[in-house]
């Protein structure tokens, strides 16, 4: 991995501070994947076998309803972690799919090499708590939006906070992502201001 490259992925770790062998090691531990448009990165019903560190590309994390529509639970991007992250760190099969919304270029990392990454250095523990307690409160938030706030006030939320990468991809995404249809997406994003 080039210098750049692995500047993107460190800033990921902000807690982690490497000396030159740890880093060595740990700059080891990471193999680029690229997915194009529209690839399943993970199946439901498979086994996730990497956690991801997105380079470029948008991916979205979905369940099939009864009538078979993809209903998203969330996205990842350019600078965020990407992944079933249930099904690889308990190494069951998931009922979720990871697809790649725009091509995606990926650093992978496999469970056994995650693992070693607290044995690399005290570092990686502090890394966890951060990493897993917004995740976390992250979903409680979500939650609590779906429930409590109206079609347009969830559509405003979620245009202050999302990446421009997310605005560009099909609107029948995000329409799912905030739990309204797609016609009532495209009325809101043609009339209302963030």
Not at 108 to 129: M, R
Not at 176 to 192: A, G, I, Q, V
Request: charged letters at 25%.
């Amino acid at each position: 991995m080039d210098d750049t490259t692995y500047q993107k992925l460190k800033h990921f770790f902000p807690q982690v501070h490497l000396g030159s062998e740890s880093e060595s090691k740990f700059r080891s531990l990471w193999v680029p994947k690229s997915f194009d448009r529209s690839e399943l990165i993970t199946e439901a019903g498979n086994t996730e076998r990497y956690f991801y560190f997105v380079l470029e590309g948008v991916q979205a994390l979905y369940i099939l309803n009864e009538k078979g529509e993809k209903v998203v639970l969330g996205f990842s991007y350019s600078g965020s972690p990407s992944g079933v992250f249930d099904s690889f760190i308990y190494k069951t099969s998931s009922f979720t799919f990871l697809e790649a919304l725009k091509p995606s270029k990926m650093l992978a990392i496999n469970w056994e090499n995650y693992q070693s990454l607290f044995e690399l250095d005290p570092d990686f523990q502090t890394w966890g708590h951060h990493f897993f307690r917004d995740i976390l409160m992250g979903r409680l938030y979500r939650e609590a939006e779906l429930l409590t706030l109206s079609a347009e006030e969830r559509y405003i939320q979620f245009m202050q906070r999302c990446p421009k990468e997310l605005q560009v991809i099909p609107q029948k995404y995000l329409a799912s992502y905030l739990n309204m249809k797609p016609e009532t997406f495209s009325r809101l994003r043609k009339s209302t201001r963030y």
